[in-house]
Each structure stands twice: as structure tokens, then as C-alpha cells.
């Protein structure tokens, strides 16, 4: 009996010793497949990278080939005088009809008084008509016409 102890001993120890060379096998064989992957995403991102910057370097290039395109178009119009614009001219320019809002119905006094009061300057000096005539006499260069003098006579026998 102790012999099949034994041999059940030596049994279990071989089980023991294959269990752990599977384990350690198969951690091994765990870490090999993370680190192919993990090497594999970061080969996949850095290709990426690098695909993105090679387009926006192109898209860059190609913005600045139209940019210099246009500029050196446009230097050439300039020089021959060839002007053209991209834009049409009937959106630069007003339309013929402007439509001004409606207002109500006001008298003739409301308005002729607004008038009076923003148009003018805001200085009122009192001159006198002798005064006035004077100074349209001075503008004139100093000839006055006769239909004046004889109404700045007539305001003088007032």
C-alpha cells in the first residue's frame, strides 16, 4: 500500500510540474500576443500620424499653389490694366428702388416745425435788415440790385 502512496505521490508532483510549465507557458505566450498587438496599434497610429500630416501638407501646398495662382493673376491684370472682378457688379450696386417706410398721417405744421428745428445753425445771431443788406452788398462785391434797395427803403420807413 505505501508503494501505490508513492507512486500517487509521483503522479501528482509530474501533474504539478506540467500545470506550472502550462501556466508559465501560457502567461508567456499571453505577454508575446499583448506585445505583438500593443507594437501593432502603435504602428497603426504612427502610420496615421504620419498619412495626416503628409494630407495637410498637401492641402497646404495646393492652398498656396492657387493663392500664388491668384495673386499672380491678379498682378498680371493690374499690369495689362484688365481689371475683372469675380463678383458681379449688380451685387455691389443699389437697387434702383429703395422702399422708405410708411408713416402716419401728420400735418403740415408738425412737420414744418420738425424741419425748422434740425435744419439751421445752431447760432441765431439778431441782425438787423440794414445789417443784412449791407452783407449781401459786401458779397456781391458792391453793386445792389434795385428791386433790393427799394425794399430795404420800404422797411426803413416802417
Known amino acids: 500500500m505505501s508503494n501505490t502512496h508513492v507512486d500517487l505521490s509521483e503522479n501528482l508532483q509530474k501533474h504539478e510540474i506540467k500545470k506550472r510549465k502550462m501556466i508559465e507557458d501560457s502567461q508567456l505566450f499571453w505577454d508575446y500576443q499583448r506585445y505583438q498587438t500593443d507594437t501593432h496599434a502603435a504602428r497603426l497610429i504612427y502610420q496615421a500620424e504620419q498619412d495626416y500630416l503628409m494630407e495637410t501638407q498637401s492641402v497646404r ?4 499653389a492657387v493663392l500664388e495662382a491668384k495673386r499672380r493673376k491678379l498682378k498680371d491684370e493690374k499690369d495689362n490694366g484688365d481689371l ?8 455691389q450696386t443699389r437697387p434702383q428702388k429703395r422702399n422708405l417706410r410708411k408713416r402716419g398721417n401728420e400735418t403740415a405744421e408738425v412737420k414744418s416745425s420738425k424741419r425748422k428745428q434740425s435744419s439751421g445753425p445752431s447760432l441765431i445771431f439778431r441782425l438787423t435788415e440794414e445789417e443784412i443788406g449791407s452783407d449781401l452788398l459786401k458779397m456781391r462785391g458792391g453793386t445792389a440790385s434795385p428791386a433790393k434797395k427799394a425794399s430795404t427803403s420800404a422797411h426803413k420807413k416802417k
Open 61 to 64: 501646398e495646393r492652398l498656396f
Open 84 to 91: 475683372t472682378l469675380d463678383v458681379p457688379m449688380d451685387t
